[in-house]
């Protein structure tokens, strides 16, 4: 059983950045983010295929989110730059059982307990 943890969230100012960490416990392959926001479902905000090689993001990002691995440490990053406080959620960290990085929660096997990110204005 795959266990993730996320950290690195907190309260910053608009235009400050973030870099949010998931470590894994178990051998994971393609990984991604997503956020809840109060009142909202679920959403999408980037994911990485095993090696790397592939990353997708959700509009919304426009080049301010850049999502990593290192797999020598079972661990992927969510940097995020120039926040907003449209970005204030609960983001979550997922992981697929195969490589190919997917952008639908529910192609996603195993999800940690999230990191409330909240941005002032």
């Known amino acids: 059983q795959v266990q993730l943890v996320e950290s690195g969230g907190g309260l910053v100012k608009a235009g400050d950045s973030l870099r949010l960490s998931c470590a894994a416990s178990?051998?994971?392959?393609?990984m991604g983010w997503f956020r809840q926001a109060p009142g909202e479902e679920r959403g999408f905000v980037a994911s990485?295929?095993?090696?790397?090689?592939?990353?997708f993001y959700a509009d919304f990002v426009k080049g301010r989110f850049t999502v990593s691995r290192d797999n020598a440490k079972n661990t992927v990053y969510l940097q995020m730059n120039s926040l907003k406080p449209e970005a204030t959620a609960v983001y979550y960290c997922?992981?697929?059982?195969?490589?190919?990085?997917?952008?639908?929660?529910?192609?996603?096997?195993?999800w940690g307990q999230g990191t409330q990110v909240t941005v002032s204005s």
């Open positions: 178990g051998r994971t392959y393609a």
């Open positions: 997922a992981a697929r059982n195969v490589q190919y990085a997917r952008t639908r929660a529910s192609d996603y096997d195993y």
């Open positions: 990485i295929s095993w090696s790397g090689g592939s990353t």
